[in-house]
């Protein structure tokens, strides 16, 4: 009896995409520009975000931090962008924009609010491994609040940072894996404040430090700096901190050749 031939078709790697994550952040998408609502955290948090990027990637290139566009001639892309919370303020800086969701309904928020706003962002309904895959490059790369809503952490690292020019940074803004950052971050920001939906975040899926310095160096990259981030309720407001317990923020850079 004949064999069946083999199966020559190319096996397709496992993507990093959590199609549960996406549905999830695809239902709240038209309230991305809402400071009051379900993403008020990160409209909050978005002034400490922006002034860690601006002085790292003026520092590294040689900018004026206080310039009008000091980021002008670098190519930027923001991965898992969202609505464009972070995009739009890097492309006033002067950045050549390319902005990245797996939520189709993220990225057309995010394009009809760019388009009122006059920006030229390039958004795209895509993964951060068919960015890798077509070969595109960045000078910087904003991993913020991904990370840990992805299937396969290192993976995804090692996709970005493939993406990284030689000389360049990537940005990665996460939740450490502790109890104190499941009373604050689930416990506490979900279930009491109500400053989340319940269930946006998997405790299990949070980074700690260690695991995001070998993640990084898997994707060769030598991290320059780890800070914390910290809440103040008194005044509603975030800084930076020497406290990594919750939330932090490592930026990295791929040596140049």
Not at 155 to 174: H, S
């Amino acid at each position: 009896m004949a064999q069946p031939a083999a199966d020559k078709t190319p096996k397709q790697a496992p993507s990093s995409v959590d199609p549960a994550e996406i549905a999830r952040f695809s239902a709240m998408a038209a309230e991305w520009w809402d400071p009051a609502g379900k993403f008020r955290p990160l409209h909050k948090f978005n002034p400490v975000r922006l002034g860690y990027i601006r002085d790292h990637v003026c520092a590294r290139f040689g900018r004026e931090a206080h310039g009008l566009r000091p980021f002008e001639g670098l190519r930027l892309l923001d991965i898992g962008c969202g609505g464009g919370l972070l995009a739009e303020p890097m492309a006033r800086l002067g950045a050549e924009v390319t902005a990245a969701d797996a939520s189709e309904r993220n990225i057309a928020t995010a394009r009809v609010h760019a388009a009122e706003q006059g920006l030229a962002i390039d958004y795209r309904c895509t993964t951060a491994e068919a960015l890798a895959e077509a070969g595109e490059s960045f000078d910087v790369i904003l991993n913020m609040e991904v990370i840990e809503h992805v299937a396969d952490r290192d993976r995804f690292l090692q996709d970005c940072g493939r993406m990284v020019k030689p000389g360049g940074l990537m940005f990665v803004a996460t939740l450490n894996r502790t109890l104190k950052a499941h009373a604050l971050a689930i416990i506490g920001a979900e279930y009491i404040l109500g400053w989340l939906p319940r269930g946006t975040h998997d405790w299990k899926k949070f980074v700690t430090p260690a695991e995001m310095e070998a993640g990084l160096t898997g994707a060769g990259l030598d991290i320059r700096e780890m800070s914390g981030v910290s809440y103040n309720p008194l005044f509603d407001r975030w800084s930076l901190s020497r406290d990594t317990d919750v939330n932090y923020m490592v930026v990295a850079e791929k040596p140049a050749r």
